[in-house]
T-cell receptor, first 114, second 116 residues
Framework: AQSVAQPEDQVNVAEGNPLTVKCTYSVSGNPYLFWYVQYPNRGLQFLLKYITGDNLVKGSYGFEAEFNKSQTSFHLKKPSALVSDSALYFCAVSLTSGTYKYIFGTGTRLKVLA | DTEVTQTPKHLVMGMTNKKSLKCEQHMGHRAMYWYKQKAKKPPELMFVYSYEKLSINESVPSRFSPECPNSSLLNLHLHALQPEDSALYLC???????????????FGDGTRLSIL
């Protein structure tokens, strides 16, 4: 079965420290990979995506993600966390077969401590 | 501010009521989506419209009835809902066509629905 895993339900990091939110996937073929963030009482906001090319993708609000094909991972990173980054983060995978559907990870709650 | 607008933001209804959720976007997107999201869980796809035609129905109970009157509007008609239908209902839109799989989806802020 095709799946996306976010192994940490919650990640705590001190403000100013680097943060990593992990995502691994198990799908056939070469999928497209996305990160979304959800703040309380809001919808999901698109952060970045990997389609092809450079393994390091830069996105909104200073976030970046590193695609690793051999490890089937797409970890979200930020060099210096802000308290305002505290939110729920979802990794999503879209298959390349012309589909509208995402396979979502279970979500990781990021808490940045002042 | 989100570019996908959903109304109402909150809705409380009884199990015998009929109500509708509305979604509007003016980004020229031709794919529009309804999702259901429970607390702290990922969104679950319900319906997809492509060029105003229903493309995907994820075996959603008939008490949920989608409608796409034009390329900018998406409605979700609700009737005889159950308490377990209480959730956040999210609308999203994206570019359609050959590259639809690699296009990000743009989400509204949702309607928080409570069934009494």
């Amino acid at each position: 079965a095709q799946s996306v895993a976010q192994p940490e339900d919650q990640v705590n990091v001190a403000e100013g420290n680097p943060l990593t939110v992990k995502c691994t996937y198990s799908v056939s073929g070469n999928p497209y990979l996305f990160w979304y963030v959800q703040y309380p009482n809001r919808g999901l906001q698109f952060l970045l995506k990997y389609i092809t090319g450079d393994n390091l993708v830069k996105g909104s609000y200073g976030f970046e993600a590193e695609f690793n094909k051999s490890q089937t991972s797409f970890h979200l990173k930020k060099p210096s966390a802000l308290v305002s980054d505290s939110a729920l983060y979802f990794c999503a995978v879209s298959l390349t077969s012309g589909t509208y559907k995402y396979i979502f990870g279970t979500g990781t709650r990021l808490k940045v401590l002042a | 501010d989100t570019e996908v607008t959903q109304t109402p933001k909150h809705l409380v209804m009884g199990m015998t009521n009929k109500k509708s959720l509305k979604c509007e976007q003016h980004m020229g997107h031709r794919a529009m989506y309804w999702y259901k999201q429970k607390a702290k869980k990922p969104p679950e796809l319900m319906f997809v419209y492509s060029y105003e035609k229903l493309s995907i129905n994820e075996s959603v109970p008939s008490r949920f009835s989608p409608e796409c009157p034009n390329s900018s509007l998406l409605n979700l008609h609700l009737h005889a809902l159950q308490p377990e239908d209480s959730a956040l209902y999210l609308c999203a839109s994206s570019q359609d066509g050959d590259r639809k799989s690699n296009q990000p989806q743009h989400f509204g802020d949702g309607t928080r629905l409570s069934i009494l």
